[in-house]
C-alpha cells in the first residue's frame, strides 16, 4: 500500500514480510482513519495495535464463523 505523505513508517531496513487479508471494507475504512488520526501508515497502525495487544501477554483466539464440516463438500456429493 502507499504510503501516505507526512505519516511515520517503520525504520528503513526493518525486516518485514508481506501480509494480505480480506476485510469488510468498512473496517477498512475505520482503521485507515484511525491510522491517519494518530499520523501513522495503516501497516504500522495495525502492527502498533497487534503489539499492543501481544504486551497483554496474548492474542485472543478468535472462534470461526463456520466449521470446516460446512465448508467442505461430503465426498458422495462430488462423485
Request: hydrophobic letters at 45%; glycine letters at 4%; proline letters at 6%.
Amino acid at each position: 500500500m502507499a504510503v501516505t505523505k507526512g505519516t511515520v513508517t517503520r525504520t528503513v531496513n526493518t525486516p518485514s514480510v508481506l501480509l494480505q487479508a480480506r476485510i469488510d471494507p468498512a473496517l477498512k475504512d475505520e482503521i485507515a482513519a484511525a491510522a491517519a488520526e494518530s499520523g501513522v501508515s495503516t501497516a504500522y497502525y495495525l502492527e502498533a495495535l497487534l503489539r499492543a495487544q501481544m504486551a497483554e501477554g496474548f492474542l485472543p483466539r478468535i472462534a470461526p464463523t463456520r466449521t470446516r464440516q460446512q465448508l467442505e463438500l461430503p465426498i458422495s456429493d462430488v462423485a
